[in-house]
């Protein structure tokens, strides 16, 4: 994986801390969902295009 999504730090505290629930938001779905799938229960994915004006709207929905 590259940028954020790669940051093993971040995953790991994320992983310790009792009761937090995450979603990560990327256009990259595949590397998303393993990365939700990897954090646990709590994670989740949801596709976000900054680029694109609609994709943050769903991604509000998706809460």
Known sequence: MRGPLSDVAVRRALQTRAGICVTVADVLDAEGSALA???????????????????????????
């Open 37 to 63: 799938a990897d954090l646990g229960a709590r994670a989740r994915f949801a596709h976000l295009d900054v680029t694109a004006e609609d994709s943050s709207g769903r991604s509000e929905r998706a809460r």
